[in-house]
C-alpha cells in the first residue's frame, strides 16, 4: 500500500520543501538586489542609494522589499523605513515587532496591500517567519512575497 511509503517520505518531502523555499527566497532577493545596487559609475552621483555605508543613516532603519503583486501594488521594489517613527503596541517600548511595522506603516501607507497581505509570505533577514511578533532592528531587511504561480 502507498501510505507506508509515503508517511517513510513525508519528513524528506517537507524538508526539502523548506530547502526549495529558501532557495526561492535568496534567488528573488539576489536578482533583485543585483538590478539595484549602484554600479560603478552612478557610484559617485549625487543620488540617494539604500545601500550603502553610511551606517548613520541605516542603523535605525529597516528595509521593505516588494516582489510580484505586492510590487505592483506599492508601485516600487524597496522602501526604507526610520524605525523610531513607528509606535510600539508591545508592553516594552523598545522591542518593535514586525506586526507593528506592517500594521503601523506599511498598511497605513499602502492600505491595498491588504487585499493580498494574508496570502503572502514575509522574510525578515532572508528566513521565512509565521509570527510577526518578532523583534525588529535596525538593519533589518523585510520581503514581502506574494503566491508565485506559473507554469
Known amino acids: 500500500s502507498n501510505k507506508p ?3 517513510q517520505l513525508r519528513p ?3 524538508h526539502q520543501l523548506a530547502r526549495t523555499n529558501k532557495l526561492v527566497l535568496r534567488t528573488l532577493f539576489l536578482s533583485m538586489m543585483s538590478s539595484s545596487l549602484p554600479n560603478e559609475s552612478t557610484h559617485n552621483s549625487s543620488q540617494n542609494h539604500s545601500y550603502n555605508n553610511n551606517t548613520k543613516n541605516t ?3 529597516v528595509t521593505v522589499l516588494f516582489f510580484a503583486k505586492s510590487r505592483e501594488i506599492t ?6 523605513i526610520d524605525l523610531s517613527l513607528i509606535p510600539s503596541s508591545s508592553s516594552s517600548s ?10 503601523e506603516h506599511i498598511l ?4 491595498a496591500l491588504q ?4 496570502s503572502c509570505s514575509i522574510a525578515l533577514n532572508q528566513e521565512y517567519v509565521e509570527d510577526l511578533k518578532v523583534a525588529v532592528q535596525g538593519g533589518d531587511e523585510i520581503a514581502i512575497i506574494p503566491p508565485i504561480s506559473g507554469g
Open 5 to 7: 511509503i509515503y508517511s
Open 12 to 14: 524528506q518531502l517537507k
Open 59 to 61: 542603523k535605525n532603519k
Open 75 to 80: 508601485g516600487t521594489k524597496s522602501i526604507e
Open 94 to 103: 523598545s522591542s518593535l515587532t514586525l506586526n507593528d511595522l506592517v500594521e
Open 108 to 111: 497605513k501607507t499602502y492600505p
Open 115 to 118: 487585499d493580498i497581505l494574508a
